[in-house]
């Protein structure tokens, strides 16, 4: 269960090992309190879905997920007819009968229903959270279906009529505004904006998602990061990256970091060629910004 005030909050995002700021917290404590969805939006690898994650550890429920693409349309996201049961219920009623039809609604009923993530979380018994990832990555229409599910909480389903949320669902939205969305869209959501971390903050995340990394090594990969993101990248890393990156060094039982050593691991860090060859060019230089030459000291 989600704490009633901010401070509750706040330790229960400790507790789970997220490290808020009074911003999330806040949009948390109103979108629960509210039940409005929650739009966050930010850039990609700074822990949008993690919110989504650690409210469904909260609830102690499941965490649904509908990962939106170019193309995504409402069958996807709500349901489909599962045809191939019902074609063996109905052959396997035609050889039982003995002449009685068969009505239209022993084939379309919710045992034949297969729920998709927006559906499964609107009929669920208890209360979930569904994640709606990357909304950007759909289009407008999509949007457009969404709402009725986001004002009103309901479905409308031809065959079976409409149905309406036996428990509602909190709803997080995560878009890397690769478009924009539609204001109707916006108009119905608790707003969240998550932006890199500070220094300190990614020192923090780093020091409780990777324990037992070296205490200087962590202190080089952050500072390093912090510089990195201030150049112009194509794709910018995220602390997912810094995770990664944290994750091997330390396996590998680095305890500093030297040119060689973040030259040959850059591909952990950066995603797309021109950025790694930009930065594998300018290399020394950015180094030299954050305190490294031959060797940090």
């Given amino acids: 269960m989600i704490g009633k005030t901010l401070a509750e909050i706040e330790l229960q995002l400790k507790e789970a090992c997220y490290l808020t700021e009074p911003d999330i917290t806040m949009a948390i404590h109103l ?3 509210l039940q409005k969805p929650l739009l966050i939006e930010g850039p ?9 994650k650690v409210l469904a ?5 499941e965490l649904i ?16 007819w599962n045809y191939q049961h019902q074609l063996m219920h109905l052959k396997m009623q035609e050889s039982r009968s003995s002449g009685n039809s068969i009505k239209e609604s022993d084939l379309y009923n919710e045992r034949f229903l297969l729920k998709r993530p927006v559906l499964k979380a609107i009929l669920a018994d208890q209360k979930q959270v569904l994640l709606i990832d990357e909304i950007d990555r759909s289009d407008e229409e999509f949007e457009s279906f969404l709402l009725e599910v986001l004002s009103d909480w309901q479905i409308s389903i031809p065959e079976l009529g409409t149905l309406k949320a036996r428990s509602k669902p909190m709803v997080i939205l995560t878009s890397n505004s690769t478009r924009d969305l539609s204001d109707a869209l916006r108009r119905r959501c608790m707003y969240l904006y998550i932006d890199y971390p500070s220094y300190d903050k990614e020192l923090a995340i780093v020091k409780s998602k990777v324990p037992g990394i070296h205490k200087k090594l962590v202190k080089q990969i952050c500072r390093f ?14 602390v997912a990256e810094t995770l990664d990156w944290a994750r091997a060094l330390a396996q590998l039982h680095i305890e ?6 973040v030259a040959n691991s850059l591909g952990l860090v950066l995603k797309d060629w021109r950025d790694k060859r930009d930065i594998e060019l300018s290399l020394s230089e950015l180094l030299e910004k954050t305190g490294v030459q031959s060797k940090m000291s």
Avoid at 44 to 52: L, M, R, S
Avoid at 66 to 75: F, K, N, P, T, V
Avoid at 225 to 238: F, I, S, T, V, Y
Wanted: net charge negative.
């Fill in 31 to 33: 979108s629960n309190t």
């Fill in 44 to 52: 990609a690898g700074v822990g949008k879905t993690e919110v989504a």
């Fill in 57 to 61: 550890t909260l609830l102690e429920t």
């Fill in 65 to 80: 997920r509908l990962q939106c693409y170019e193309g995504i349309d409402a069958s996807q996201a709500l349901y489909a």
């Fill in 225 to 238: 990061m912090e510089m990195l993101r201030q150049e112009r990248l194509q794709k910018a890393p995220g």
């Fill in 256 to 261: 500093d970091l030297d040119r060689d050593l």
